[in-house]
């Protein structure tokens, strides 16, 4: 296996800080992974611009790539094109519901004036129900929801479309 | 195992930032001909400062909210802020580095953070809504409606800005602000048509901030004001009257007494030290 392969293939298995049962890559934060003249230069995207979880991630790569014995290492931020939920893994989305959490669904692309309450389509990641209810658009993390399951009562969080 | 970012990272980092060299690093930088720089760097000031400022008001807000979940909304709605802050501020020191206060030599404070935390108040390019002290729950969400509904307007027409930087941040921008819009939009509908003491503070909130409406326009560049129309008429409350700018303008410099006193409170631990390191 080429020096690049093993980077990226060590870089594929770093996970979120704020969303442990995703890895970067499922979540589609990390953008690409190259060498250039020895370096491994990688690149990631902010989920939201605030987001203060980036310098954890950029943190945990540098060091998940050392440990694999690449000496030097650049992570770069990459703000075009913006992070969207639909970029978030068939198996980054799998992980997300055996662990509780409702994945996103498809981005909304006209910013048009909404002063009803978001509708979404779920169906609770614990019982399955459809019969759901919003309690705040926002959650501990500025990338989620969290809702309430008038089936089995439970409260969970969902990833917001963005 | 927390601190080992800390301990292990650049020995070069100051004690109260991200140690992120370079936050638009990977972006074309270059500065198209047609922008001028120094006219350029004031606008990004201009953004940066207003979403900074708003964000440490909306700050201000932790643990004081009606309930937690709108506890938890302000405390994110001011982290989306000052991440675009952060980032204009950078574009603007870029651009025009002759904006960043001078720092004693060998300084570890990176340019976005000496344009934050060492510049006194008539240095600073927000308008004069966004400094204003916190009133209750009307204010917040009277104000967020206002600012929202400018910023995400002119936003969608900077995602075709000749500066790639200032498009990306938009294109990032639009959909955060969307969500802020879309929150104190509800809330302004649901106190106006909520009880006779929801709707009369919501009343008030509007009476007291409506003035600074001309202001933001202004820098805003507002051409209409169809969306707030269409909030007031949900909430069935009277567009109020258009009001003509009195005073200076923050873009100017010209600021009310709170700016002071917020920065005070912003600025003093980052300005106790200056060559502070981990």
Request: glycine letters at 12%; aromatic letters at 12%.
């Given at each position: 296996m080429s020096a690049l392969d093993r980077a990226r293939r060590v870089a594929a298995e770093v996970v979120d800080p704020e969303l442990p049962m995703l890895t970067l890559q499922d979540l589609g934060v990390l953008r690409s992974v190259e060498m250039e003249d020895g370096v491994v230069a990688v690149a990631i995207t902010p989920t939201y611009l605030g987001c203060p979880a980036l310098a954890t991630m950029r943190d945990d790569l540098v060091h998940r790539l050392q440990e694999a014995g690449f000496p030097s290492i650049g992570v770069r931020i990459e703000l075009d094109p913006p992070w969207s939920s639909d970029w978030i893994s068939e198996r980054g989305r799998l992980a997300l519901k055996q662990h509780g959490l409702s994945a996103p669904g498809a981005a909304p692309r006209p910013l048009v004036l909404n002063l009803g309450p978001t509708r979404r389509n779920l169906t609770c990641p614990r019982c399955g129900s459809g019969r759901t209810t919003v309690?705040?658009?926002?959650?501990?993390?500025?990338c989620k929801a969290l809702y309430r399951c008038d089936e089995c009562r439970e409260p969970f969080e969902h990833l917001k479309e963005i | 195992m927390a601190f080992d970012g800390l301990l292990e990272g650049n020995s070069d980092q100051w004690a109260f930032g991200t140690d992120f060299d370079d936050p638009l690093a990977g972006l074309d930088v270059a500065l198209p001909a047609a922008l001028d720089p120094l006219e350029h760097a004031r606008f990004c000031l201009g953004l940066a400062d207003d979403a900074l400022i708003l964000s440490q008001r909306l700050a201000e807000w932790c643990s004081r909210a009606p309930d937690l979940e709108d506890d938890v909304a302000l405390a994110n709605l001011a982290l989306d802020l000052l991440g675009q802050a952060r980032l204009l501020l950078g574009r603007a020191a870029l651009v025009d580095p002759a904006v960043v206060p001078v720092l004693p030599a060998g300084s570890p404070v990176p340019a976005e953070d000496a344009l934050a935390f060492f510049r006194d108040a008539a240095a600073f390019r927000n308008v004069q809504l966004v400094e204003l002290p916190n009133g209750d729950f009307a204010h917040v969400i009277v104000r967020l409606l206002m600012f929202s509904v400018a910023r995400l307007e002119l936003f969608q027409q900077l995602l075709s800005s000749a500066d790639p930087v200032l498009a990306a941040v938009a294109a990032r921008g639009v959909k955060e602000l969307a969500y802020q819009r879309d929150w104190a939009g509800r809330w302004f509908v649901t106190l106006a048509r909520g009880t006779s003491e929801s709707r009369r503070r919501v009343l008030a909130a509007l009476a007291g901030l409506w003035v600074h409406q001309a202001e933001l326009a202004e820098a805003y560049g507002l051409s209409g004001g169809a969306v707030l129309e269409r909030v007031f008429l949900a909430g069935g409350v009277a567009q109020p009257d258009s009001v003509v700018r009195v005073g200076g303008r923050g873009r100017d410099g010209m600021h009310t007494e709170a700016l002071s006193l917020l920065l005070a409170e912003m600025q003093v631990v980052a300005r106790a030290h200056p060559m502070g390191r981990w």
């Open positions: 309690t705040s658009e926002f959650g501990a993390t500025a | -």
